[in-house]
């Protein structure tokens, strides 16, 4: 497992904890089905039985049908989108660079605000090796052109946030060149919150009424 922090905004980490605990209370409900009752069995049945509705619940997880952990949620969503870009293939492994604490080149904060709140999961490591090398190969091209540009260019202080379509027209020349190179790269960061966006829809369409905490149910 690899623990992630993910930049979010200020409601993200609060819908994230609504829709799990619904989930959650949705697994106590399949878990009352017959099927997996243990009544009336002892010993190796009764151990079997219980083993069996575990290996159903990790089923359910993967196939995105009950999202009851942040954990599960996030690793879900990323591995949807992962596959939306046709990335969910084998990559060279990314170089220790993509893996480490700095800023990838071409990153540039969302705005005056940014992202104001953290959202942590734990990831499978597979997967997230997967994300890094995936968004590294995809980015490379570009940001070995951002590292000559930066060469070229060192007097230069390129935008730090990302621009509307009414600040991009104002750029023009070596600044308009930055911001076009530094739109062909995607840092793990934009996938993890990509995820965190396909978990929270997926769950929320699983369950059209979202039970409170006493255990009524309200619509949406």
């Known amino acids: 497992m690899h623990s992630i922090w993910i930049?979010?905004?200020?409601?993200v980490p609060q819908n994230v904890r609504d829709v799990t605990e619904t989930h959650k209370r949705l697994r106590?409900?399949?878990?009352?089905?017959?099927?997996?009752?243990?009544l009336g069995l002892r010993g190796a049945d009764a151990k079997n039985r219980r083993a069996q509705w575990r290996t159903e619940v990790h089923r359910q997880r993967l196939a995105g049908e009950l999202l009851d952990t942040v954990d599960v949620l996030v690793e879900w969503g990323v591995r949807?989108?992962?596959?939306?870009?046709?990335?969910?293939?084998?990559?060279?492994?990314?170089p220790e660079e993509a893996?480490?604490?700095?800023?990838w080149p071409g990153s540039r904060d969302r705005g005056l605000g940014g992202y104001?709140?953290?959202?942590?999961?734990?990831?499978?490591?597979?997967?997230?090796?997967?994300?890094?090398?995936?968004?590294?190969?995809t980015s490379a091209p570009a940001i070995e052109l951002l590292q000559a540009w930066r060469d070229l260019h060192p007097g230069i202080i390129p935008p730090r946030y990302k621009l509307d379509?009414?600040?991009?027209?104002?750029?023009?020349?070596?600044?308009?060149?930055?911001?076009?190179?530094?739109?062909?790269?995607?840092t793990t960061g934009a996938i993890w919150r990509s995820g965190v966006t396909r978990g929270l829809a997926q769950a929320r369409a699983l369950v059209p009424a979202a039970q409170t905490a006493d255990g009524s149910t309200t619509a949406h």
């Open 99 to 103: 893996w480490e604490q700095g800023r």
């Open 80 to 94: 949807e989108e992962l596959s939306a870009r046709g990335w969910d293939h084998e990559w060279d492994p990314a």
């Open 165 to 186: 379509a009414e600040g991009r027209e104002l750029l023009a020349g070596p600044l308009a060149e930055y911001v076009r190179l530094s739109d062909r790269v995607t």
């Open 116 to 137: 104001p709140e953290r959202l942590s999961a734990r990831l499978d490591g597979d997967l997230v090796a997967l994300a890094v090398a995936a968004c590294w190969w």
């Open 7 to 11: 930049a979010v905004d200020d409601e």
């Open 28 to 38: 106590a409900r399949r878990s009352a089905d017959p099927c997996w009752s243990t």
